[in-house]
């Protein structure tokens, strides 16, 4: 499913923002991106991502502004500049060359600042960061929840309509039958003109056409199937992957129906249930 979330917010003087992005992917697909400051946080971060999302590809952006001056602090490092210059005097003096030192030429040289890192407490900047994870986690859930809904809503209504078109089959099997005995009865007449009809044969034929054309097992099945999906779509939580299976046992019956109906009408009306099939089909490669 696809998914937003984001949260800002100020931890021990550092603000932390986090964007998560999370596109329709069959299996999950998790990359992170940190300041350097905070690439050790990157496996915790997955992990959190991990617990919450388990399907889509999903992006996650982190952003650390530190309040001014609380992160580096650099100092002259006298005792080196102090030998700089001293050396330097040396060489003006002994050698004659130009006495051009400027702080230019001493910042330049290597070791003349000394730069000062305050010590980090790695946990509590990893437990900080996590907690703005979960804020913005928190908004990709609802967001995801606000569409989960829709879907649901749009898969039972599909369910619904294929509903309509099994009952439209079952009522048709029964007078496809009836027609193919009408047709065996006339036919029969027309070749045997005046001589007796076997009635006995006629319901024999009828019956055996009747068992290759019927389908109230499959629909059956079908019933249940929608019966199903139904079920795990009042019961919420990460269903994907059991539709998908539940998905493929459906079409596995509208194929059977369609190669037992020999009515054009209810070939039709088996078309339009795989069409429905298919279109649910769609949405749950979108479903968690």
């Not at 002994?94 to 030192?101: A, H, K, M, R, T």
């Not at 000394?114 to 437990?127: I, Y």
């Not at 539940?246 to 009408?265: F, H, P, W, Y």
């Amino acid at each position: 499913m696809t998914g937003y979330g984001r949260a800002v917010e100020t931890v021990n003087g550092r603000e932390f923002t986090v964007e998560i992005r999370s596109v329709n992917n069959r299996y999950l697909d998790c990359s992170v991106r940190l300041p350097r400051n905070l690439a050790f946080c990157e496996d915790a971060v997955k992990q959190a991502v991990k617990a919450s999302i388990s399907r889509g590809k999903t992006e996650v952006y982190v952003t650390l502004r530190t309040e001014s001056g609380e992160e580096v602090k650099i100092s002259l490092n006298k005792p080196v500049v102090e030998g700089y210059l001293e050396a330097m005097g040396q060489m003006v003096k002994e050698y004659g060359v130009q006495d051009d030192i400027s702080v230019s030429v001493l910042s330049r040289l290597p070791d003349v600042f000394a730069v000062e890192k305050p010590q980090v407490d790695e946990e509590q900047l990893q437990k900080d960061l996590l907690g703005v994870v979960s804020q913005a986690l928190a908004g990709f859930d609802a967001m995801r929840t606000t569409e989960g809904k829709a879907m649901a809503e749009d898969l039972r209504s599909r369910g619904q309509t294929i509903l309509h078109l099994v009952e439209q089959v079952e009522a048709g099997n029964g007078q496809t039958v009836a027609d193919y005995r009408a047709r065996l009865e006339a036919k029969l007449r027309e070749v045997l003109e005046n001589t007796a009809i076997d009635e006995g044969r006629i319901l024999t034929e009828a019956a055996i056409f009747a068992d290759k054309v019927a389908v109230d097992e499959e629909t059956v099945r079908l019933r249940s199937h929608l019966s199903q999906m139904n079920t795990m779509l009042e019961g919420g939580g990460a269903v994907g992957r059991k539709l998908d299976f539940l998905l493929q046992e459906m079409n596995r019956e509208a194929n059977t129906i369609g190669s037992k109906c020999t009515d054009v009408r209810l070939a039709r009306v088996v078309v339009d249930i795989k069409a429905e099939l298919e279109k649910i089909r769609e949405q749950t490669q979108n479903i968690e």
